[in-house]
């Protein structure tokens, strides 16, 4: 249990919301950031006792700090200012930790990006979707190609070189060839890290409920296939890798040196811990470990509701009983090895999973691996499973699979 922590700190903030989003984000007043900036160093302090009610080994080192959204770039120098020294009062910041910041472009004041810098910031992922701007404009997002450009050079000037860049592909009126000038300036930006999704609308979603009634609101009826989604996707496994940033993980590609590291320990299983609206943490046990989150309803998290409960890690500094919360056995934890494990591209090597978990367990889910072979979706040799490119492209349907025989 000495595996440093990863902390991620959700911030629900937007100045707009984008059409297909059904986060537990928004957009609302200032001084409801300020409140939930407090209920964050609230949970800070709290989480130690909290970890305690759970019998969770909580680590004392930290080595990894994410800043997710939302826009959590919104957030001022003083708030920014709040949250590091109640995380530095508790935790052991490592010096070299990674420090992430998502970042809509055109949205990092001057101010706080010093403050950030000062505070170690040396990470950016800039949520840029599209570098074309009819395709951004049609789902909400407020920025430009050339604002985009503009930022990445502006923090690569700042002293920032660990700069991600989100791409969406399947966006309203994208089309082959317009992905194919996004990809294009995405290498061109040289930033060593960049993402690949393609777009999930959310049935609850403004563009959901939109394409659900055959409605033209919100461009939905110009909502590419799903299959051109698909082999665009494939086309930016194939550029990227030509141009040195090569696929890791499902919808990761980097060149050396630049995997993101807080993202890495969600999918090796190490402890994080998450604070805020909607956050999720897995913590080790005496006995494996527990996973549990936040409530995703924001009078709920600030205590504003009329049946307002505080954040579960609040929950369990004051109350005997700790909420109900996942408590994850042997069998699960050889599960989650397996799925979070062929989410990267190295895949799982055989041989952990039996030293970990011993032989029965792999051979009771072997015959499952094996079909999955069969169908062309994974590779299996003598010490190694990994998904093949086409099992990355459906993999949700690979784990459902595994999952459902597994269980059988």
């Not at 701007?133 to 920025?143: S, Y």
């Not at 969600?266 to 913590?283: E, T, V």
């Amino acid at each position: 249990m000495n595996t440093p922590l990863g902390i991620y700190i959700s911030v629900p903030f937007c100045k707009a919301k984008c059409t297909f989003c059904n986060f537990a984000s928004g957009v609302f007043a200032a001084d409801r950031m300020q409140h939930y900036v407090e209920r964050i160093c609230e949970e800070i302090r709290d989480a130690r006792a909290a970890a305690q009610k759970l019998e969770a080994h909580l680590p004392q080192a930290m080595d990894t700090l994410y800043f997710g959204g939302g826009t959590p770039s919104l957030l001022s120098a003083l708030q920014f200012r709040m949250i590091f020294e109640h995380l530095r009062g508790e935790f052991d910041l490592a010096s070299n930790a990674e420090i992430t910041l998502e970042c809509a472009p055109g949205q990092l004041s001057d101010e706080t990006l010093a403050e950030l810098l000062q505070q170690g910031m040396n990470r950016i992922s800039f949520g840029v979707q599209s570098f074309v701007d009819r395709e951004t404009a049609a789902v909400g997002r407020l920025h430009t190609q050339q604002q985009c450009e503009h930022e990445i050079a502006r923090v690569r000037a700042s002293g920032i070189h660990d700069i991600n860049i989100d791409l969406i592909a399947g966006l309203p009126y994208q089309t082959a060839q317009s992905w194919q000038y996004s990809v294009e300036q995405a290498i061109a930006s040289a930033a060593p890290h960049l993402s690949v999704y393609m777009l999930e609308v959310d049935d609850e979603s403004r563009l959901g409920r939109e394409m659900l009634e055959q409605g033209t609101r919100y461009s939905a009826a110009a909502v590419p296939s799903e299959d051109d989604a698909a082999d665009w996707y494939q086309h930016a496994c194939t550029a990227f890798d030509a141009a040195g940033l090569h696929q890791y993980e499902i919808s990761n590609f980097a060149r050396q040196g630049h995997r993101s590291r807080h993202n890495l320990k969600y999918w090796q299983r190490q402890p994080y811990l998450g604070l805020g609206l909607d956050a999720h943490s897995m913590l080790q046990t005496a006995t494996g470990a527990v996973r549990f989150a936040n409530t995703s309803d924001l009078d709920e998290y600030l205590g504003n509701a009329a049946i307002a409960r505080p954040s579960r890690l609040k929950l369990l500094e004051q109350k005997s009983e700790p909420p109900a919360a996942d408590f994850i056995g042997a069998s699960e934890a050889f599960e989650e090895s397996l799925f979070l494990g062929l989410r990267l591209n190295e895949g799982v090597r055989l041989d952990q999973l039996r030293g970990q978990f011993g032989d029965a367990m792999l051979h009771d889910a072997m015959p499952a691996l094996l079909e999955v072979r069969d169908a062309g979706l994974l590779d299996l040799d003598f010490d190694r499973i990994r998904l093949t490119p086409h099992g990355r492209l459906v993999s949700n349907e690979v784990f459902s699979r595994l999952l459902i025989d597994s269980a059988a």
